[in-house]
């Protein structure tokens, strides 16, 4: 099932989900580094990246939605999408309290108990991941119909079902 939000022949969604993923890991490891190394730039930085993740993560959610809607209703991949997507915004909103909490705390330091939440969003994350790549690679959410090893190029405006004999 091919993804309806496409750039240049690829879906947006997965191009999109590194960024706040990636934001919101180095933003553990830095506040991690805070906490062993005491310099505070370590958790400003840790703070604006929380805050980049959370804006990637709205924008990667609305072309999430966006190829959700189009998967067949009472499929698996339907369900698992639901979840996939479900768990994703818990990541968020738990990031976001974090980053509220933090907009009131000195040098916007993170506390222990952030720092607990943080690491709870970063388990949920890899649970919601594994469900996204059960998406594509089990259930084929978001490839495009026909692909094969020797597909076109996707700029070359043919279908991947085209075979070069």
Not at 13 to 40: K, S
Not at 61 to 73: H, K, M, N, Q
Not at 102 to 129: H, K, N, S
């Amino acid at each position: 099932m091919q993804s309806r939000a496409r750039f240049l022949g690829h879906p947006v969604h997965p191009m999109l989900v590194v960024i706040p993923l990636g934001l919101f890991i180095a933003a553990a490891v830095l506040d991690a580094l805070y906490y062993w190394r005491g310099d505070t730039l370590f958790a400003l930085i840790s703070y604006y990246n929380i805050a980049g993740g959370i804006l990637g993560g709205l924008l990667a959610a609305v072309f999430g939605l966006r190829d959700w809607v189009a998967i067949p209703s009472g499929t698996r991949a339907k369900r698992i999408g639901l979840f996939h997507g479900a768990l994703m915004v818990v990541v968020v909103l738990l990031f976001s309290a974090v980053w509220l909490a933090r907009t009131a705390l000195p040098d916007y330091a993170p506390t222990t108990l952030l720092l607990g939440i943080e690491g709870a969003a970063i388990a949920t994350a890899l649970v919601g991941g594994w469900l996204g790549g059960e998406l594509v690679d089990r259930l084929g959410v978001g490839v495009d119909d026909g692909a094969h090893l020797d597909a076109p190029n996707s700029l070359s405006g043919r279908p991947a079902s085209v075979r070069r004999v």
